[in-house]
T-cell receptor, first 117, second 110 residues
Framework: GAVVSQHPSWVICKSGTSVKIECRSL??????MFWYRQFPKQSLMLMAT?????????EQGVEKDKFLINHASLTLSTLTVTSAHPEDSSFYIC?????????????FGPGTRLTVT | QQQVKQSPQSLIVQKGGISIINCAYE??????FPWYQQFPGKGPALLIA?????SEKKEGRFTISFNKSAKQFSLHIMDSQPGDSATYFC?????????FGIGTKLQVIP
């Protein structure tokens, strides 16, 4: 149980285009999902917290107009990187908070490798 | 500001040996301390976790030791195996947000 999937697993896009990444909780409902980015050989940095039915909360320094987050259902959150540039190339990972109240378990997706050319 | 400090950044251990990774935190509001294992190109997977009211937790070959007064915690991997070779992240959580350490790349050599 507690499986989180991401799609696509890797994507290459041209500079200036937008790309959407999906994060799904497959066997549980997640009112809260998180989006992280990870540069090579570095730690995970939280970008934003996504709550179902409400606006995402962005961490300091993360451009909310560039990284659009939508959490339209209890099993799906999407991250859209708008007008992507080479510096946005990174490994994007989502996580979903386990379904029971008071749980602190975050279940992570397999990640999406974004390369902007 | 690095809220969770992790060391060492890399570790080489012989098969059968003990791998030890140390972490320290500053924010006393943290109330949950998970460890994650990450293989290249994959997302992190929860390995073991502890709450601050417990000083030690053991699951199989993995043990967390927690020192609340020193604000330190560590992961011990007993009988380390080549399959344990991965990057390990300690983390600290408060209000559902997780702050990660910098990671330790563990290599277990035969």
């Amino acid at each position: 149980g507690a499986v989180v999937s991401q799609h696509p697993s890797w994507v290459i896009c041209k500079s200036g285009t937008s790309v959407k990444i999906e994060c799904r909780s497959l066997d549980f409902q997640a009112t809260t999902m998180f989006w992280y980015r990870q540069f090579p050989k570095q730690s995970l940095m939280l970008m934003a917290t996504s709550n179902e039915g409400s606006k995402a909360t962005y961490e300091q320094g993360v451009e909310k107009d560039k990284f659009l987050i939508n959490h339209a259902s209890l099993t799906l959150s999407t991250l859209t990187v708008t007008s992507a540039h080479p510096e946005d190339s990174s490994f994007y990972i989502c996580s979903a908070l386990g379904g029971r109240a008071l749980t602190y378990e975050q279940y992570f997706g397999p990640g999406t490798r974004l390369t902007v050319t | 500001q690095q809220q969770v400090k992790q060391s060492p950044q890399s570790l080489i251990v012989q098969k059968g040996g003990i791998s030890i990774i140390n972490c320290a935190y500053e924010n006393t509001a943290f109330d949950y301390f998970p460890w994650y294992q990450q293989f290249p190109g994959k997302g992190p997977a929860l390995l073991i976790a502890i709450r601050p009211d417990v000083s030690e937790k053991k699951e199989g070959r993995f043990t967390i030791s927690f020192n609340k007064s020193a604000k330190q915690f560590s992961l011990h991997i007993m009988d380390s195996q080549p399959g344990d070779s991965a990057t390990y992240f300690c983390a600290a959580s408060w209000n559902q947000k997780v702050t990660f350490g910098i990671g330790t790349k563990l290599q277990v050599i035969p």
